[in-house]
């Protein structure tokens, strides 16, 4: 069975303009895939979300890519967050969200 792929909107100045629908797929997820797992180690705790992270970035491999579809085609769930605002806007997420199928779930 495949997992999902959630794209999760992050807040882009103060840490509480997050969505409780966020928050929730954030703490439900099996991984978090971060731009940079120091900057979201502060939302994270913040709301006490230890789902572990795993680094995705402009410098990851395409070896990466390939260690995060295989979670995904084994059926883990994926919560891919950027630094600010919305993965695949002026970051690396696009590469993952094409990889991994244009499929979005309502």
Known sequence: MKGNLYIVA???GNLEDITLRAIRTLKEADYIAA???RHSKI???KYE???PQVSFHSYSSERKLAQLIELLN???NLALI???GTPGISDPAYKLIQEAGSEMPG
């Open 43 to 45: 939302l994270l705790d």
């Open 49 to 51: 979300i230890k789902t």
């Open 82 to 84: 950027s630094d600010a």
């Open 35 to 37: 731009e940079d797992t």
């Open 74 to 76: 084994s059926g883990k």
């Open 10 to 12: 992050t807040p882009i």
